[in-house]
């Protein structure tokens, strides 16, 4: 159960959006789930692309119905496809609430486009990944069709363990590439790109050939390949991963569909990218969380958890659900924080009226916990705080920590250790 529960964080504090990374080495696989503060839309992952030279289908954005349709005849295409943007996955199965099964549809009439888009736009769209209300779409996407005749899978990413980027490849694509690398890992391949001289040409055409692309499409590939990498670097990314990069029947390479992974500390310079980002199907309090540089994610439980470093935060929703509580809420801290953010820590918690209790459990390293200690007592006094509060301490300017504490008055019952600090919270819920 304990278990469960950190992987239960684990999983909706990552869910931004992510995908997991190959890295190969030796033909053993890697799994690392980035952490992804920027959302894209599909749409505008493949204009960034569109404006690298990369192939993509032909498409336009519409906001309306009567858009829509426009946009269709405008495409003058032999098949249309209509895509519900939303930021989760699973949208082709998904339903909306307006009745329509589908956020992906295919036809050849431009009048059908503007019909499904109707019952599309300012509906929820329910799928396996959103909240169990959906998510409404504000936006389509309406491109051209074209038919794929082979499917492979590419990605470049950053491999701490070779200093740089890499790139990854396999002649299966269209499905989930961890499947592929635990049934036919030698259908996967790995090219190291050096930092310094970037992409060589050779490599890319390696690549292009290691995917299946034969004659003039290896060429065609690798040219790809190559502009791509040319984003990565361009966009600051993280990860460009493609699947499928696709081949016609009429003999072109094709990005049918793309994920970009950004690197936040790039912010700086990249505000035309940044600027894109779709906060609407963000959560509020995550949103608020993430201006004071605080990563939360709200749980089902009642005793909220104020922990410094992501591995602490999971090990006390463990123990928590351990003693027969359950978290509220997976709230890291990091490790530069200030007193400032301790209060606003405070008011993101109070502000959940599920919680009945709050844990703090801090182990000072680089925090130091006379900093915590005096954040606490001035947000317990200025919040008015209504619910038990069970402080653990340990580590870097302890001792003054908990002489603040004990000084201040206020009703804090001090743990020894996060057991029993876990215990003493389960307790306060239950008097």
């Known amino acids: 159960m304990a278990a469960s529960m950190a992987s239960q964080a684990a999983v909706r504090g990552l869910r931004t959006t992510a995908t997991k990374h190959v890295l190969l080495d030796k033909l053993k696989c890697s799994w690392l789930t980035p952490r992804r503060w920027l959302n894209l839309q599909e749409y505008q992952s493949k204009k960034l692309m569109q404006d690298s030279g990369v192939a993509v289908q032909r498409f336009y954005v519409a906001d309306t119905a009567s858009e829509a349709q426009e946009a269709a005849k405008r495409l003058n295409a032999k098949e249309i496809v209509l895509k519900a943007q939303i930021l989760a996955g699973g949208r082709g199965k998904g339903v909306f609430d307006s009745g329509l099964k589908g956020g992906v549809h295919l ?21 396996k990944q959103t909240p169990k209300d959906g998510v409404k779409v504000k936006t389509v996407m309406v491109a051209e069709a074209l038919d794929i005749s082979r499917e492979t899978y590419f990605a470049i990413l950053m491999d701490r363990a070779c200093n740089g980027p890499v790139m990854v490849g ?3 694509g269209g499905m989930d590439i961890e499947e592929v690398a635990a049934t036919t890992p030698e259908l996967i391949f790995k090219e190291v790109i050096d930092i310094y001289k970037g992409m060589q040409d050779d490599q890319a055409l390696r690549m292009a050939a290691n995917l299946g692309f034969k004659g003039p499409l290896q060429r065609q590939a690798a040219d790809q390949i190559k502009r791509l990498y040319d984003l990565f670097l361009k966009v600051d990314a993280t990860q460009v991963e493609v699947n499928p990069l696709g081949e016609t029947p009429e003999g072109q390479v094709v990005c049918f569909d793309a994920k970009i992974n950004f690197d936040d500390n790039a912010e700086f310079r990249q505000k035309d990218v940044f600027a894109m980002d779709d906060m609407t199907e963000s959560d509020a309090m995550e949103m608020e969380a993430a201006k004071w540089d605080l990563k939360y994610i709200g749980m089902d439980g009642n005793i909220a958890c104020f922990v410094n470093g992501a591995g602490l935060a999971m090990a006390t929703c463990d ?18 924080v200030k007193e400032r953010q301790v209060y606003e820590a405070f008011k993101l918690l109070t502000a959940d009226p599920k919680v009945e209790a709050i844990l703090v459990n801090i182990f000072g390293g680089i925090v130091n916990c006379a900093i915590i200690a005096n954040g606490i007592t001035k947000a317990c006094r200025e919040l008015e705080l209504k619910v038990p509060l069970v402080v653990r301490l340990e580590g870097t300017n302890v001792h003054e920590a908990k002489r603040i504490l004990t000084e201040s008055g206020l009703p804090i019952t001090a743990a020894d250790n996060l057991d029993d600090a876990a215990k003493k919270a389960v307790a306060a819920i239950r008097k």
């Open 107 to 127: 036809t050849k009439d431009p009048a059908v486009v503007g019909e499904l888009a109707k019952k599309m736009l300012g509906f929820n769209l329910i799928t």
């Open 170 to 172: 396999s002649p299966q």
């Open 319 to 336: 123990i928590i659900d351990l003693h027969g509580g359950k978290p509220a809420n997976f709230l890291d801290l990091g490790g530069g």
